[in-house]
């Protein structure tokens, strides 16, 4: 993990403004084709204010359908501080709903299923000028697939 922070990351003085580590992620804005063990498309976007970055999921994984929306960020419960770990939860259309914990560590994403360290994992690179990112997705027991997602247009808002 990327333990670096700065006067706007975790701990400043001023909350209103979206951590660095977050606005790292901006490197995901944009809508992505998807190959390998899932396939379609996934689009970032940031949420006004810049704190949160959304992922909208149109995929479809062992020929079923997943779709659905993400939302990363900081946990920053009303009267308390923010959270360290930059957290997310997926909503898909069945109406299920999954945790994660995301890393980023120079062009390496990791993306924790749950919490931080557990076996089931996406660990992906940047590659390309940040037009693909390749890595796998690995489960307890041996299962996973290897993705990679390749940008189709790009969006970045600053």
């Not at 390998?36 to 020929?63: D, I, K, N």
């Not at 360290?84 to 259309?93: G, Q």
């Not at 299962?143 to 969006?155: A, D, E, I, K, L």
Request: net charge negative; hydrophobic share 30%.
């Amino acid at each position: 993990m990327n333990d670096t922070t700065t006067s706007n990351d975790i701990g400043n003085t001023d909350p209103s403004r979206p951590s660095d580590r977050v606005r790292a992620l901006g490197r995901l804005v944009g809508t992505w084709t998807v190959t390998g063990g899932a396939e379609g498309t996934v689009r970032y976007e940031w949420m006004p204010g810049g704190h949160f970055l959304v992922q909208h999921v149109e995929l479809e994984q062992y020929g079923e359908p997943v779709t659905g929306f993400e939302v990363i960020g900081h946990l920053h419960p009303f009267g308390e501080p923010i959270g360290d770990e930059i957290v997310s939860r997926f909503y898909d259309s069945a109406g299920n709903t999954f945790d994660y914990v995301y890393e980023l560590d120079g062009d390496v994403l990791t993306i924790w299923a749950g919490a931080q360290g557990s076996p089931a994992y996406f660990r992906g690179r940047f590659d390309d000028g940040d037009r693909t990112m390749t890595g796998d997705w690995v489960y307890p027991g041996g299962g996973g697939y290897t993705s990679t997602m390749t940008r189709r247009r790009s969006s970045i808002v600053e």
